[in-house]
């Protein structure tokens, strides 16, 4: 993806769009004493903010001398969306009527039996998100899901693309915390295929400086050698279902298996569903040799 660069005028007209009402983005808090630029947060009423944008979690990030940010360009406080990941503009988030970014997150309690992929649309096109296998004799969990949590750590759907792509390039990648706020920083797009140095990060929307390109999969990625299996599907028993779902489930292509026994064997997965009694349901649910 091609890095865009903003030129003040641009920021300058977008900040005019998402002002809306907010006095303090109209008048300029440049040359403000420190004294007069705190009084001039305490005027912002960041409980109403949110309350008007049910889907968000918007502050104003503090520098380290303990003052409130402001804006690059310098006409209003620098407004922060935690759960969308950016900024917004004079209080208003652009993404304010999107679900949070981390809706339908699965909290992961152990990593025993478990097995981990990019996951994949029914065209086998790789998607945001992970599929997810966890249990020995049954399955307790066999689906897609959008985000993670793993002992504690957030990884979003675009992480695990973002990790192979810096994998790929064999870019110096590391486990990288924001200094700030300890959150576990993700280098995606143009970031996680080109080296560099400073950092934006997407929780708290302070900028950091480290050499390595962060991704918190550096942590739990697995290399485990795993039994291939040899079955085989006949045509009949896909021909009756009317939606398939096929992706590389060979172990070498996920991004975490901790499965040791035999049960679980490494190959390509198909899912496919046909309508009994009314309802779509999965019919076909099987590990393959191609």
């Not at 890095?3 to 983005?25: C, D, H, P, W, Y």
């Not at 968000?56 to 935690?82: A, H």
């Not at 503009?89 to 039996?113: R, V, Y």
């Amino acid at each position: 993806m091609k890095r865009v660069i903003q030129t003040a005028s641009e920021r300058a007209k977008k900040i005019k769009l998402f002002s809306g009402e907010n006095k303090e983005m109209i008048e300029s808090l440049a040359g403000l004493s420190d004294e007069r630029l705190l009084a001039e947060y305490k005027k912002i009423n960041l409980d109403e903010i949110n309350s008007k944008q049910s889907n968000c979690n918007i502050y104003v990030p503090f520098t380290k001398k303990n003052l409130p940010m402001k804006e690059r360009i310098g006409r209003g406080f620098y407004y922060w969306c935690k759960s969308h990941q950016n900024e917004a503009f004079g209080g208003i988030c652009p993404k304010k009527e999107q679900l949070p970014i981390n809706h339908g997150i699965l909290k992961l309690e152990t990593l025993e039996d478990t097995a981990i992929w990019l996951a994949v649309n029914e065209n086998e096109e790789v998607i945001l998100g992970y599929h997810v296998h966890q249990g020995r004799e049954k399955k307790t969990i066999d689906d897609n899901y959008p985000s993670l949590i793993i002992d504690g750590i957030e990884i979003l759907g675009g992480t695990g693309i973002a990790y192979r792509k810096a994998q790929r390039n064999g870019l110096p990648t590391d486990y990288v915390e924001c200094p700030s706020c300890s959150y576990a920083h993700n280098d995606e797009d143009w970031f996680a295929e080109n080296a560099h140095e400073k950092h934006l990060c997407k929780n708290c929307g302070k900028n950091f400086n480290n050499k390595n390109i962060g991704n918190p999969w550096v942590k739990f990625v697995t290399n485990h050698i795993v039994e291939p299996t040899n079955l085989k599907i006949s045509f009949e028993r896909l021909a009756v279902c009317e939606k398939i779902e096929k992706w590389d489930a060979r172990e070498r292509h996920a991004l975490l298996w901790t499965y040791t026994h035999k049960n679980e064997k490494s190959g390509f997965r198909v899912h496919g569903w046909r309508t009994v009694e009314g309802t779509l349901r999965r019919v076909v649910d099987e590990c393959l040799q191609s």
